[in-house]
């Protein structure tokens, strides 16, 4: 999540695993965008190639609002609970 952060289209972030059949587990990245920045995809995977080792590398990466707490914390199992189902 550190490194999503340092990526200038993006405004929040969130990595949870997603089941795989082959790994087991994957990276998935939820991500908010800045509304000022138009980013695809692959160049947050590419970005994150970059800056990862390559199993920390996401290999799925979802355009969306995040989910909040009314505090504001990320629902990370809400996350979890959509990877799941994609």
Do not use: N
């Amino acid at each position: 999540e550190d490194t999503l952060y340092k990526h200038p289209a993006v405004m929040e972030a969130a990595v949870v695993a997603r089941p795989d059949e082959k790994w087991g587990e994957t990276p998935c990245a939820f991500i908010t965008r800045r509304r000022d920045h138009d980013v695809s995809h692959e160049d947050i995977i590419a970005f994150c190639r970059q800056h990862l080792a390559g199993f920390k590398v996401p290999k799925t990466v979802i355009f969306t609002e995040l989910p909040k707490t009314s505090t504001g914390k990320i629902q990370k199992f809400v996350l979890r609970d959509w990877a799941k189902a994609l």
